[in-house]
């Protein structure tokens, strides 16, 4: 039996005020039944108590600590500022950062139940995710993260100094309109570590002022009779072509970025990598943190830690949070991850603990077990949203949720609904919904594919249209202009599919500097 478990004399608090006091109660509380009952894995977590404007303060530098000086932060935050002071938009009762230690804001405004509600979802719920789950594993390092921070804002507070602010400027908005096209996707870890970053920038420096890149060493001439494709082929092979990562070889390759202007953009390369994974487990993410400080705070209440008041302050929240509007629903804007992820984390409880035959059937390696908080501690570590859909969307939950599947072809003048919550849909409906997490089908698969060394070095690229499904014409130009810029030479976007090719995108580069 945990430490939670008989009534305690007294509740944790009453009323809504608290102190910190309060909050070390608390949070011991929600430990014992985190670790000892659940067996949740967590960093070392650091709780800072801040304010409505830090919060906004916070949402506007992408909920980091600290971080680089850019105009469009500013923008943020006066937009957020003003539409929280109208009363048009609240704000979150928390915002968690994945570190070591996992660093955990909490509003000043919150009551002590809400404080006790951020204090499960984020230090427990979402912490436990971070550390765990192999996507962050993989593409992020929590223990270094705030030190590359720091070493980021300082290089490009130096580089202000030094270049202008308006220099600064231009190569930070080129890479941040190409973040989306600035991510490894299928490769290995990239760590950020402080100072193996700093020795690398220096050796990156120095490598580029003792050596000049062979690649460029000609001067462009008039265009040549075509090569043979082996000539191609070694070519694009020299420089690692086809390539989906843009700012990585804008950062390797590009002849006419000076040597600070290559370190900005790999700071923003890095820092889009480390966002990368929760761009990935949107779903899982918000789904086990709602799961665990569900359990929590109903295993509190059980226990008599918080009152009743507290206890249905508590479900107003939760209940509001996971809700699913309906598609003709005012409020509607799609599919809740809060809601979806907890129902799937329940029903993945249900089938553990309580399954019937059609579980039985089509989930034989969990349905029974009696292990249920295992297999969710299993699954959040293994698994990405798409992956976890495709795995545990069950039959049931699908009818619960009502789901069905549009094809919205646009060939045809009519929406055709191919697959309704019936046995012949199931499957059709949870492939199709799997897709829709998929961020690599999300993003548009843009790679670059030549150079042309020998001619005006004009870089290629290509977009590999699926579905039917076009870029925005007035955007991909602005987003190549600002290629054009990083390259130093003329740029070239084709937009086609296996079938024909639907569009041409030329940009020249303007001056950065």
Same mark, same amino acid.
């Given at each position: 039996?945990?430490?939670?478990?008989?009534?305690?004399?007294?509740?944790?608090?009453?009323?809504?005020?608290?102190?910190?006091?309060?909050?070390?109660?608390?949070?011991?509380?929600?430990?014992?039944?985190?670790?000892?009952?659940?067996?949740?894995?967590?960093?070392?977590?650091?709780?800072?108590?801040?304010?409505?404007?830090?919060?906004?303060?916070?949402?506007?530098?992408?909920?980091?600590?600290?971080?680089?000086?850019?105009?469009?932060?500013?923008?943020?935050?006066?937009?957020?500022?003003?539409?929280?002071?109208?009363?048009?938009?609240?704000?979150?009762?928390?915002?968690?950062?994945?570190?070591?230690?996992?660093?955990?804001?909490?509003?000043?405004?919150?009551?002590?139940?809400?404080?006790?509600?951020?204090?499960?979802?984020?230090?427990?719920?979402?912490?436990?995710?971070?550390?765990?789950?192999?996507?962050?594993?993989?593409?992020?390092?929590?223990?270094?993260?705030?030190?590359?921070?720091?070493?980021?804002?300082?290089?490009?507070?130096?580089?202000?100094?030094?270049?202008?602010?308006?220099?600064?400027?231009?190569?930070?908005?080129?890479?941040?309109?190409?973040?989306?096209?600035?991510?490894?996707?299928?490769?290995?870890?990239?760590?950020?570590?402080?100072?193996?970053?700093?020795?690398?920038?220096?050796?990156?420096?120095?490598?580029?002022?003792?050596?000049?890149?062979?690649?460029?060493?000609?001067?462009?001439?008039?265009?040549?009779?075509?090569?043979?494709?082996?000539?191609?082929?070694?070519?694009?092979?020299?420089?690692?072509?086809?390539?989906?990562?843009?700012?990585?070889?804008?950062?390797?390759?590009?002849?006419?970025?000076?040597?600070?202007?290559?370190?900005?953009?790999?700071?923003?390369?890095?820092?889009?990598?480390?966002?990368?994974?929760?761009?990935?487990?949107?779903?899982?993410?918000?789904?086990?943190?709602?799961?665990?400080?569900?359990?929590?705070?109903?295993?509190?209440?059980?226990?008599?830690?918080?009152?009743?008041?507290?206890?249905?302050?508590?479900?107003?929240?939760?209940?509001?949070?996971?809700?699913?509007?309906?598609?003709?629903?005012?409020?509607?804007?799609?599919?809740?991850?809060?809601?979806?992820?907890?129902?799937?984390?329940?029903?993945?409880?249900?089938?553990?603990?309580?399954?019937?035959?059609?579980?039985?059937?089509?989930?034989?390696?969990?349905?029974?077990?009696?292990?249920?908080?295992?297999?969710?501690?299993?699954?959040?570590?293994?698994?990405?949203?798409?992956?976890?859909?495709?795995?545990?969307?069950?039959? *049931? /939950?699908?009818?619960? %949720?009502?789901?069905?599947?549009? @094809?919205?072809?646009? #060939?045809? &003048?009519?929406?055709? $609904?191919?697959?309704?919550?019936?046995?012949?849909?199931?499957?059709?409906?949870?492939?199709?919904?799997?897709?829709?997490?998929?961020?690599?089908?999300?993003?548009?698969?843009?790679?670059?594919?030549?150079?042309?060394?020998?001619?005006?070095? *004009? /870089?290629?690229?290509? %977009?590999?249209?699926?579905?039917? @499904?076009?870029?925005? #014409?007035? &955007?991909?130009?602005? $987003?190549?202009?600002?290629?054009?810029?990083?390259?130093?030479?003329?740029?070239?976007?084709?937009?086609?599919?296996?079938?024909?090719?639907?569009?041409?995108?030329?940009?020249?580069?303007?001056?950065?500097?």
């Amino acid at each position: 039996m945990s430490a939670i478990a008989t009534r305690p004399a007294a509740p944790l608090f009453t009323g809504s005020d608290w102190n910190f006091d309060t909050l070390g109660r608390v949070y011991g509380a929600i430990e014992r039944i985190a670790t000892e009952e659940l067996g949740l894995d967590i960093y070392p977590n650091r709780i800072e108590v801040i304010t409505s404007e830090q919060m906004l303060d916070a949402y506007a530098s992408t909920g980091m600590p600290l971080f680089y000086r850019h105009w469009s932060f500013g923008k943020r935050f006066l937009r957020d500022e003003t539409l929280y002071r109208k009363g048009w938009q609240s704000l979150a009762y928390e915002i968690v950062i994945n570190s070591d230690p996992c660093i955990v804001y909490i509003m000043e405004e919150n009551t002590a139940t809400m404080q006790t509600l951020v204090l499960a979802h984020a230090g427990f719920g979402h912490n436990h995710f971070f550390k765990n789950n192999y996507a962050f594993r993989q593409w992020t390092d929590a223990g270094s993260i705030h030190d590359y921070l720091a070493f980021a804002k300082s290089y490009i507070a130096a580089c202000e100094e030094r270049h202008g602010v308006e220099a600064v400027e231009k190569v930070l908005d080129a890479a941040h309109a190409l973040m989306n096209q600035g991510v490894h996707r299928y490769q290995g870890r990239h760590a950020l570590d402080l100072r193996s970053e700093e020795r690398r920038e220096r050796e990156r420096r120095e490598h580029g002022e003792r050596l000049f890149n062979d690649l460029w060493r000609t001067v462009p001439v008039a265009k040549k009779a075509p090569r043979a494709s082996e000539e191609d082929g070694r070519r694009r092979a020299l420089l690692g072509l086809p390539e989906e990562n843009v700012l990585y070889f804008l950062e390797k390759t590009a002849p006419r970025l000076a040597p600070w202007q290559r370190e900005v953009i790999r700071i923003v390369r890095l820092i889009a990598q480390y966002f990368y994974p929760q761009r990935q487990t949107k779903l899982m993410n918000e789904g086990c943190a709602s799961f665990v400080h569900h359990r929590i705070m109903t295993r509190l209440h059980e226990a008599g830690a918080i009152t009743d008041g507290a206890f249905m302050e508590f479900l107003h929240s939760h209940t509001n949070v996971v809700m699913q509007p309906d598609f003709d629903d005012r409020r509607y804007g799609g599919i809740n991850p809060y809601a979806l992820g907890f129902s799937m984390m329940e029903e993945i409880e249900r089938i553990a603990t309580a399954p019937d035959e059609e579980d039985r059937r089509l989930f034989s390696d969990i349905a029974g077990c009696g292990e249920p908080y295992a297999v969710l501690r299993d699954a959040w570590a293994n698994y990405r949203d798409e992956s976890f859909v495709a795995q545990f969307l069950s039959p *049931r /939950l699908i009818r619960k %949720h009502r789901l069905f599947r549009l @094809v919205d072809d646009g #060939a045809s &003048d009519e929406i055709a $609904v191919s697959a309704i919550h019936d046995e012949r849909g199931y499957r059709e409906i949870r492939h199709a919904l799997s897709r829709h997490y998929d961020v690599s089908r999300q993003d548009p698969d843009i790679q670059i594919v030549d150079v042309d060394l020998e001619g005006d070095r *004009r /870089l290629l690229l290509r %977009h590999q249209v699926a579905d039917g @499904v076009r870029l925005d #014409a007035g &955007d991909a130009r602005r $987003v190549l202009q600002h290629l054009a810029d990083l390259w130093g030479y003329g740029v070239r976007l084709v937009e086609a599919d296996e079938e024909r090719t639907f569009a041409t995108y030329d940009a020249i580069p303007n001056p950065l500097a």
